[in-house]
């Protein structure tokens, strides 16, 4: 199973809004609701940002919003801060014996 | 609040086998609706799910690396472990922990322990 898509970086100034995407196929992003989100900041542990494509978990700001078209999913930030600064990595369910992938990370740069 | 920590040797030789342990704390292990797993990235890499193990001790893994892992969870430690058989440089890696939940094995995974480096090398 191959790693899902995402742009290796994104940007923006502060109070601006950015989308990163995450391109699978019909056979893990397209196929189950189960896309998550997750923010990095190197050195510290990762955090869940969003789940099953739209949930926020309790705590994370509702700046930060997830959706679903086909076979792409997409994390949108809004309202950017300096501490939105970090890695995002997106992840599927994939089928194929409880296979979960992940994305290979997008560099968020708050400019 | 629960805290996950992994813990384990940072250099293993080619064709031993990796073990670690994760610690948790701040909560309970036992709680039927969690499963508990492994990720790992290697150096420059994304991310791959190694696998998990629920409260029953029923076991989820990654078909490609299904022939050499074992995770096993000691209720009484309150903690969960990884085993990695016959590794090579191509499992070097920053292991992370997670508690994970929903259906398939856990579909995500919070909270994340801040990972350990496990470099394989003679």
């Known amino acids: 199973q191959s790693a899902l898509t995402q742009p290796p970086s994104a940007s923006g100034s502060p109070g601006q809004s950015v989308t990163i995407s995450c391109t699978g196929t019909s056979s893990d992003v397209g196929g189950y609701n189960y896309v998550s989100w997750y923010q990095h900041h190197p050195g510290k542990a990762p955090k869940l940002m969003i789940y099953?494509?739209?949930k926020r978990p309790s705590g994370v700001p509702d700046r930060f919003s997830g959706s679903k078209s086909g076979n792409t999913a997409s994390l949108t930030v809004s309202g950017l801060q300096a501490e939105d600064e970090a890695d995002y990595y997106c992840?599927?369910?994939?089928?194929?014996?409880?296979?979960?992938?992940f994305g290979g990370g997008t560099k968020l740069t708050v400019l | 609040q629960l805290q996950l920590q992994e813990s384990g040797p940072g250099l293993v030789k080619p064709s031993e086998t990796l073990s670690l342990t994760c610690s948790v704390s701040g909560g309970s292990i036992t709680i039927s609706r969690y499963l508990w797993g492994w990720i790992r990235q290697p150096p420059g890499k994304g991310l791959q799910w190694i696998g998990s193990i629920s409260h029953s001790g029923s076991t989820y893994y990654n078909p490609s690396l299904k022939s050499r892992i074992t995770i096993s969870v000691d209720k009484s430690k309150i903690q969960f472990s990884l085993n990695l058989s016959s590794v090579t440089a191509a499992d070097t890696a920053v292991y992370f922990c997670?508690?994970?939940?929903?259906?398939?094995?856990?579909?995500?995974?919070?909270?994340w322990g801040q990972g350990t480096l496990v470099t394989v090398s003679a």
């Open positions: 997670v508690r994970s939940y929903g259906d398939y094995g856990g579909v995500w995974f919070d909270p």
């Open positions: 992840s599927s369910y994939a089928g194929n014996n409880n296979l979960k992938i």
């Open positions: 099953e494509v739209s």
